[in-house]
């Protein structure tokens, strides 16, 4: 399994950057794992492929340059895992 070459602060909801909460973008040959330590966030695509409904046992992944955003529904703790090679997910993402 891969190792992720950047990882973001853990946020909350006094914390979480309102930039994640509209629609931007990773970077072209970056992909995105958003892991959630407590709580519950939506993650709404662009695209439209189906939002997803985060928690501890099911992160979201994000594609390289795939639009989208994060809505947290009440209390959460996540933090974003950053790498330069398809991650391999436990729930087979």
């Known amino acids: 399994m891969s190792e992720p070459y950047r990882s973001t602060p853990v946020f909350d909801a006094s914390s ?13 040959g970056v992909w995105g794992v ?8 939506d993650l709404t695509f662009a695209d439209g492929t189906p939002d ?4 501890p046992d099911n992160p979201g992944l994000i594609l390289p340059d795939q639009a989208h955003w994060v ?3 009440g209390d959460f703790r996540m933090r974003i895992d950053f790498y330069d090679a398809p991650p ?3 729930n087979g993402d």
Not at 16 to 27: D, E, G, V, Y
Not at 34 to 41: F, K, M, Y
């Open 16 to 28: 979480l950057p309102a930039a994640l909460q509209r629609k931007h973008r990773t970077k072209p």
């Open 34 to 41: 958003i892991r959630i330590l407590e709580g519950t966030v």
């Open 52 to 55: 997803k409904r985060l928690t």
């Open 71 to 73: 809505t947290p529904q």
């Open 88 to 90: 391999v997910l436990p």
